[in-house]
């Protein structure tokens, strides 16, 4: 009996046990996805916290140039027939701000292809000789104007024609050298030097046909105190008062450059000190394409896509007894277009319709319109089949022609379609005088 006994309460124990075993792992199992749950609120609650902090940033630098803009826009209604003077100083002002929007607007977008990855889709054969001839062609007018001495030296560049991403080189160029100019005064310098390295400073192994250049923008202006640079390039520009000593910047250029770099497998860095200017160093590898490649280059068509005229040049631009054939459904974009054009004395045929266009175009005199303009989309079709229209039409002048799209899209991908529905490159929204001048200035020669 009382074996039975002593078997029945080692059972119970035993079931006891088991009970505060389980119930232990219950509360355990419980401690952890609660920890677990915390963790993850936690780090959701500091990710609204980061979007919200960068979207109140961001509506910040973005109000800040619009409400200048609009502001000068009401002013310069104002002054019309009383101060001439004003009226161009007010202009001028609105141009500068309207382009630190677009700068804005181009970060956002370098952001999103950072977050997919899509720097690919942006790889091209350029030529970096063209890039820095622009880029002086660009910057030696207003440096001169300001007293300031710009220079390039590029001496020591042994491979000129490369693979990479020129849009995005040509994007940290500028932000670099915008950067330095507004920071330096009259009768100091800017100089712009690129080497081709073979002895990387980072322990790095070159790829086959892989070639590093490095790129250094230095300054002699008021340089960077110690303290502020290694906040330089954070994203989180509006804590960093430093970058907003100068009201016409954004603080955005130097978080571009970093995040450009960094996007084409490079480096960047900086060396400053207040009082005594800056020099800001960036490596970058390119791969050299073959010869067969290099040829082709050389021979073949290229978009126009961000080329430009010096402003001496653009003084004299004359398309006087020229005749364009404008296809743009935006009537605000048609009119900007159409006032660029007839300026420089082209006469214009506006239309928003596609088959209204071709109709124009089938209905003209032989070579009667010395280039047509596209917007890529129009109400009834793409830009491309627009081109492809005019150029598989009949008529003699359907190959000759000059076509160019009008496109805020400047990436290979839809600069390759243009050229395979036949036109002969791109002209970037918005339109700036000198790129429009340009494309159809070289397709007129």
């Given at each position: 009996?009382?074996?039975t006994?002593?078997?029945?309460?080692?059972?119970?124990?035993?079931f006891?046990?088991?009970i505060?075993?389980?119930?232990?792992a219950?509360?355990?199992?419980?401690?952890r996805?609660n920890?677990?749950?915390?963790?993850?609120?936690?780090k959701s609650?500091s990710?609204?916290?980061?979007?919200?902090?960068y979207?109140s940033?961001?509506?910040?630098?973005?109000?800040?140039?619009l409400?200048?803009i609009?502001?000068?826009?009401?002013?310069?209604?104002?002054?019309i027939?009383?101060?001439?003077?004003k009226?161009q100083d007010?202009?001028?002002k609105?141009?500068?701000?309207?382009?630190?929007?677009l700068?804005l607007?181009n970060?956002?977008l370098?952001?999103?292809?950072?977050?997919?990855?899509?720097a690919e889709s942006?790889?091209?054969v350029?030529d970096l000789?063209?890039?820095?001839?622009?880029?002086?062609?660009?910057?030696?007018?207003q440096?001169e104007?300001s007293?300031i001495?710009f220079?390039?030296?590029?001496?020591?560049i042994?491979?000129?024609?490369?693979w990479g991403?020129?849009?995005?080189?040509?994007?940290?160029?500028m932000?670099l050298?915008s950067n330095?100019?507004r920071?330096t005064?009259k009768?100091?310098?800017?100089?712009?030097?690129?080497k081709?390295?073979t002895e990387?400073r980072?322990?790095?192994q070159?790829?086959?046909n892989?070639?590093?250049?490095?790129?250094?923008?230095?300054?002699t202006?008021?340089?960077?105190?110690?303290?502020?640079l290694s906040?330089?390039f954070?994203?989180?520009?509006?804590?960093?008062d430093?970058l907003f000593r100068?009201?016409k910047?954004?603080?955005?250029?130097?978080?571009i450059?970093?995040?450009?770099?960094r996007?084409?497998?490079g480096?960047?860095?900086?060396?400053?000190s207040?009082?005594?200017?800056?020099?800001?160093?960036?490596?970058?590898?390119f791969?050299?394409?073959d010869e067969?490649t290099?040829?082709?280059?050389?021979a073949?068509?290229?978009?126009?896509v961000g080329?430009?005229?010096?402003e001496?040049?653009?003084?004299?631009?004359?398309f006087?007894?020229?005749?364009i054939l404008?296809v743009?459904?935006d009537?605000?974009a048609?009119?900007?277009?159409?006032?660029l054009?007839?300026?420089?004395?082209?006469?214009?045929?506006?239309?928003?319709?596609?088959?209204e266009g071709?109709?124009?175009?089938?209905?003209?005199?032989?070579?009667?319109y010395?280039?047509?303009?596209?917007a890529?989309t129009?109400?009834?079709?793409?830009?491309y089949?627009?081109?492809?229209?005019v150029?598989?039409?009949s008529r003699?002048?359907?190959?000759?022609?000059?076509?160019?799209?009008?496109?805020?899209?400047?990436f290979t991908?839809?600069?390759?379609?243009?050229?395979?529905?036949?036109?002969?490159?791109?002209?970037?929204k918005?339109l700036e005088p000198?790129?429009?001048?340009?494309?159809?200035?070289a397709?007129?020669t």
């Amino acid at each position: 009996m009382e074996e039975t006994s002593l078997c029945w309460l080692l059972l119970f124990c035993i079931f006891l046990a088991v009970i505060w075993v389980m119930v232990l792992a219950f509360i355990i199992s419980n401690y952890r996805q609660n920890k677990t749950l915390k963790a993850g609120l936690q780090k959701s609650l500091s990710a609204d916290t980061a979007k919200t902090r960068y979207l109140s940033n961001m509506d910040h630098e973005i109000r800040t140039p619009l409400n200048t803009i609009i502001g000068l826009a009401e002013l310069s209604r104002l002054e019309i027939g009383k101060d001439p003077g004003k009226v161009q100083d007010y202009n001028l002002k609105i141009i500068d701000n309207s382009r630190r929007l677009l700068d804005l607007l181009n970060y956002i977008l370098d952001e999103s292809l950072a977050g997919t990855g899509s720097a690919e889709s942006s790889l091209s054969v350029f030529d970096l000789a063209q890039l820095l001839a622009f880029i002086m062609q660009l910057y030696s007018g207003q440096c001169e104007k300001s007293g300031i001495n710009f220079r390039i030296n590029c001496d020591s560049i042994k491979d000129s024609v490369l693979w990479g991403n020129e849009l995005y080189l040509k994007q940290i160029f500028m932000n670099l050298i915008s950067n330095a100019i507004r920071f330096t005064e009259k009768a100091q310098h800017i100089t712009v030097t690129v080497k081709e390295v073979t002895e990387l400073r980072q322990p790095v192994q070159p790829a086959d046909n892989e070639v590093w250049f490095e790129f250094i923008v230095a300054d002699t202006g008021s340089g960077i105190p110690e303290q502020k640079l290694s906040s330089l390039f954070n994203s989180q520009i509006s804590d960093n008062d430093f970058l907003f000593r100068d009201s016409k910047d954004s603080g955005l250029g130097l978080v571009i450059v970093n995040r450009l770099v960094r996007m084409m497998r490079g480096t960047v860095g900086v060396r400053s000190s207040e009082g005594r200017g800056s020099e800001f160093t960036v490596c970058i590898p390119f791969i050299v394409p073959d010869e067969k490649t290099i040829a082709g280059f050389k021979a073949g068509r290229r978009p126009a896509v961000g080329d430009s005229l010096p402003e001496e040049t653009l003084k004299r631009v004359d398309f006087s007894g020229r005749k364009i054939l404008l296809v743009e459904k935006d009537s605000l974009a048609a009119e900007v277009a159409v006032r660029l054009l007839e300026c420089v004395g082209a006469t214009v045929t506006s239309t928003g319709s596609y088959e209204e266009g071709i109709r124009i175009f089938e209905n003209s005199s032989v070579n009667e319109y010395d280039a047509v303009l596209s917007a890529l989309t129009v109400p009834e079709t793409t830009g491309y089949d627009f081109s492809r229209t005019v150029r598989s039409s009949s008529r003699s002048d359907s190959t000759s022609v000059p076509v160019f799209a009008l496109t805020e899209n400047a990436f290979t991908g839809e600069l390759n379609a243009v050229l395979d529905a036949g036109m002969n490159g791109c002209i970037v929204k918005p339109l700036e005088p000198a790129s429009v001048y340009a494309a159809l200035k070289a397709s007129f020669t």
